[in-house]
């Protein structure tokens, strides 16, 4: 596979690519029976419009290519997400999803940078990402600054954060020093599905405003209504990659468990594997929403 640079949005390419990588999710997680397929559902949509949605520059080829683009996997239980994104890219043999979490894979219950190509981080202790994105993207703007590279060519670092992950502290001190440098190549996006491991946010330790709480820190932020629209995943990071005056956070909704029915808005699938008939009732329902759209 060749690189993969910024491109026009194709809907159905994205759309195409998420229903595989939701296939890819719950079917890897029924194999290796433990995982969290709520939070990995939900970010799908958000992770294939990063990928195949003409956003990343990327080259699975060379992982290491110094152009690239970062994307940083902070809620890093939803690793599932991000490895059927990596096989479908080219980065490794799609045949490696089924050995998830088991002994000797190069895919950990969470991403080690050390073993699976295409990961950037190791992630996994929530509420590091940001901080780690924050000193990536500081080093980032200074190199490309020197090297005179033009704004809109420069490189950017992209974190995903779940909302729960949004208690921790160390994400807004993070936040206060990237306002306070101005890092314009760091966005930030918040999964917001509205469930973590204990029940619905607002019943375990509310976030109240999560747009205000960043912009009264010095962000620019975005909200999107519907975070498993790639549509408007893709037009918010396009107006995020134009704001040259410091870090954008994106706020998008999504549903938890989004796309098989019986584990949306479920906590009890935060971190539960499917049964085989469970997989299979899955699977079926994923191919049906995908023929109804035309894809």
Known sequence: MTRMDRAAFDARRVRAAATQMRRDIVSMLEQAGSGHPGGSLSATDIVATLYFGGVLRYDPEDPQDPTRDRFILSKGHAAPALYAALA?????????????????????????????????????????????????????????????????DARRVYVLMGDGELQEGEVWEAAMFAAS???????????????????HLNEVVSLGDVCAKFAAFGWHVLEVADGNDAAQVRDALDMAAAWQQGPVAIVAHTVKGKGVSFMEDQVGWHGKAPSAEQLAEALAEIDAASEGEGR
């Open 88 to 152: 479908q890219a080219g980065y490794f043999p799609h045949e490696w999803l089924g050995t998830l979490r088991k002994l000797g894979s190069h895919l950990q219950g969470h991403p080690d940078m050390r073993k699976c190509p295409g990961v950037e981080v190791s992630t996994g202790s929530l509420g590091q990402g940001l901080a780690i994105g924050a000193g990536m993207a500081l080093g980032m703007a200074r190199d490309d600054r020197d090297a005179g590279v033009p704004a809109a």
């Open 181 to 199: 440098r101005r890092l314009a190549n760091l966005v930030a996006i918040v999964d917001n599905n509205n469930l973590q491991i204990d029940g």
